[in-house]
């Protein structure tokens, strides 16, 4: 009777054996699908994120599919190692690619009872496996089928691959929430430094992730992130890679983290985006050309651009003390009855724009920026379109006007929130136009010293159009200078009357400016339109003697293995657009507006002593405030205004370019000034004037008329359509003390 017992049992232990033989067969042979060979794991490669660097080589940001930077075994630290193995697979050194010992406990547990929580005991090779090739789904034999797929694979991949290699692949592949994946994002992500500078409790907290990723996430369950540590601490002890009192010291210590999540709040965001295009262009020519497909988002690029990082943070910097004070006084304006009820037409015209009228009282859920804090919140369709409409934006742009090297990139007061990017946005230019014109005329070989009437006038035929000066003076005559200086529109539109609408229109365009004008009167005072990156161009034409430049954000393109793919070389071809004449005087005059005119508040008001030329701009009803800036090595270029010219300040003590938009330049100019390697190479001197040109500007600003001039005036008004309007009730001539003084 026991002997038939024995025999049955054994009958029975050898159909189970060849049912086993049968199924790894079947799986080996590709019943469940093919398995990789020798070759495909050889070749196989992580996706990897591209990084973006600094002009300084910083991290600002990853373009990627998988957040992932791949390193090598040389860059994980030791203690990191001993982690991992003591905590994973503490004999991986020491057997094959298959824990025999396991197999008898995976058997039982996981196959036959279908336990896929036992884990299951596998390598650290058969790991990998899994995260190279993740798992299909065969149903109830799933966990069976993926399992022999693993240890077979594991196998070849020991008999291919070194123990070290295997290793750095399995933490390079590994996931540690947050869509991150390999120890050397984690290690940014996490604490803000490269592998290699992990300490040993920052090591055990990444390896503890291992287990549950999101549940030992250190940012979001610190304690239970703690109480995993002190698991891998101890499992570190128990196999001897800490002394007894160096773990007890270790378990005792506060998690510190320093995290640094470049998806979404980098110093960069909008830049970022500029960087992307740019190189996905550069990778598809390159690409046209040797048949190679580059890709941004797996092939781990080292992308390095021209952005100084410190004058962006100081630009962010600027932006959040400014704008912040600002937008409380906007808000301020709005709140009272007149106000109120202003913000309130504006939003009603704005949702029947939108077709968005009939669901005004719906209630969603919106992020909210404040600069106080940015937050989800739930809102009504109608409060939310209110509070977007009070929001006050701005566009910031800093270039190198020699190679067109962008140094600093804002787009707006947040990415996640408003990311529309506020230096591409076009608006109107107002006083910030008046150098394109006053270029024309100079190129047209007028002098800064000729003077322009300052007399109140109308266009006959133009239903009265009448420009008038910001302090509405009139009367005597403006040098070409002192006009510009003085931001003065009445000489300013006799300047265009005289040079006429073909030679303006060819300068704007020859500047830059791609959006076509209107030839009307308005042209003259600012009325035409154009982005931030167009107004840095153009002024950088002023800045470099004459030379059309193109932005340009990327300095190099390398491959993860650090061959250079393409390498910015700043083409010696450069398009000549001005004289050298027409730009130095240009570059005077613009000097003496920061000296002495509109400008006069960067050294006055915020102390910036860095030699400066520039112009500020105000559109009408404060709708958009501007301010350019440039020096030979350096412009820089700030607009501020609302979504919609509805919304605005009433006057120019907050609204004006000189209030809103000049302190932008200002405070960032102003920390640049107190890093003196940066000062140093971000300004420049001007070079004196040119010889014949030296006393080009040595005239005053503003002369009363004289007999002659009244005269030539009688006779140049005979020719035109200028019809000199006779001095309005209440409205003085220049202030005696002034009128003496300019004489």
Request: net charge neutral.
């Amino acid at each position: 009777m026991l002997r038939k017992r024995v025999l049955a049992f054994g009958k029975i232990c050898l159909a189970l054996l060849a049912v086993l033989f049968l199924f790894v067969l079947s799986v080996y042979i590709g019943v469940f699908g093919p398995l990789e060979g020798k070759t495909e794991l050889r070749s196989y490669k992580n996706a990897e994120a591209s990084s973006v660097l600094s002009g300084e080589g910083e991290l600002i940001g990853k373009f990627f599919t998988e957040n992932r930077t791949n390193i090598t075994y040389e860059q994980l630290p030791e203690n990191l190692v001993n982690a991992v193995l003591a905590t994973e697979d503490v004999r991986f050194y020491n057997r094959g690619a298959v824990d025999l010992r396991s197999l008898f406990r995976v058997f039982f547990k996981t196959i036959l009872f279908r336990e896929e929580s036992s884990g299951g005991g596998s390598t650290i090779t058969q790991q990998l496996v899994k995260n190279m090739y993740g798992r299909g789904n065969y149903g109830i034999l799933t966990i069976p089928v993926s399992k022999v797929k693993e240890m077979i694979l594991a196998v070849r991949l020991e008999k291919i691959s070194g123990k070290s290699e295997i290793l750095t692949l399995y933490l390079n592949t590994v996931s540690f929430g947050e869509n991150i994946f390999g120890i050397g994002t984690a290690s940014e992500r996490y604490f803000n430094k490269k592998t290699e500078e992990l300490r040993i409790e920052e090591s055990a907290v990444l390896i503890g992730m291992l287990k549950a990723n999101t549940r030992y996430n250190p940012r979001l369950y610190p304690e239970n992130a703690i109480s995993r540590r002190n698991v891998v601490l101890r499992q570190m002890e128990k196999y001897h890679y800490l002394t007894v009192p160096e773990a007890d010291s270790l378990v005792n210590l506060p998690l510190e983290l320093n995290y640094a999540n470049f998806e979404s709040a980098g110093p960069a965001d909008y830049f970022l985006v500029q960087v992307k295009s740019e190189a996905e262009m550069i990778l598809a020519g390159i690409n046209s050309v040797s048949g190679k497909k580059s890709d941004i988002e797996k092939d781990g690029l080292i992308i390095s651009t021209t952005l100084n990082l410190d004058l962006q943070r100081y630009a962010l910097n600027a932006f959040r003390n400014h704008l912040q004070v600002m937008q409380k006084r906007l808000n301020e304006q709005y709140s009272g009855t007149p106000g109120e009820r202003a913000i309130a037409e504006i939003t009603d015209r704005e949702l029947r724009r939108l077709n968005l009228a009939g669901r005004a009282g719906e209630v969603i859920v919106n992020d909210i920026f404040d600069w106080e804090g940015t937050h989800t919140d739930t809102t009504t369709v109608i409060d939310s379109m209110r509070k977007s409409l009070l929001l006050l934006h701005a566009g910031f742009m800093a270039i190198d006007p020699a190679t067109g090297a962008v140094r600093a990139w804002i787009g707006g007061i947040d990415f996640r929130t408003q990311p529309y990017d506020q230096v591409l946005a076009r608006r109107q230019l107002g006083s910030v136009f008046k150098p394109v014109l006053y270029a024309a005329a100079i190129e047209d070989g007028m002098d800064p010293c000729e003077y322009l009437d300052n007399d109140s006038v109308v266009l006959d035929g133009l239903e009265d159009y009448s420009p008038e000066n910001y302090d509405h003076s009139y009367g005597g005559k403006y040098s070409l200078a002192g006009a510009l200086v003085h931001s003065m529109n009445v000489p300013t539109f006799s300047l265009f009357l005289k040079i006429g609408f073909q030679k303006v229109d060819s300068m704007w365009k020859n500047l830059g400016f791609s959006f076509a004008e209107q030839d009307a009167p308005s042209l003259a005072l600012g009325t035409s339109e154009a982005n931030v990156s167009e107004v840095a161009v153009a002024y950088s034409v002023f800045a470099n003697g004459g030379f059309k430049i193109n932005p340009q954000t990327i300095l190099s393109i390398k491959s993860r293995d650090g061959e250079i793919i393409w390498e910015n070389s700043y083409s010696d071809e450069k398009n000549r657009v001005l004289s050298d004449r027409s730009a130095a005087l240009m570059s005077a005059m613009l000097q003496k507006a920061v000296r002495e005119g509109t400008g006069a508040a960067v050294n006055a008001i915020y102390g910036v002593t860095i030699p400066l030329a520039g112009k500020t701009g105000t559109t009408q009803n404060y709708a958009d405030a501007w301010f350019a800036a440039f020096n030979p090595k350096l412009t820089v270029v700030g607009r501020v205004g609302a979504s919609t010219p509805s919304v605005h300040f009433n006057t120019g003590t907050d609204g004006s370019g000189s209030a809103l938009a000049l302190p932008l330049v200002a405070l960032t100019l102003k920390q640049v000034q107190q890093n003196h390697p940066l000062s140093d190479e971000l300004t420049g001197r001007f070079p004196d004037l040119p010889p014949g040109l030296e006393s080009a500007l040595d005239c005053p600003d503003f002369r009363e008329e004289n007999v002659f001039d009244r005269l030539k005036d009688i006779l140049d008004r005979n020719k035109s359509q200028i019809i000199r309007k006779p001095p309005r009730p209440g409205k003085a001539r220049k202030p005696l003390l002034r009128r003496l003084f300019r004489r």
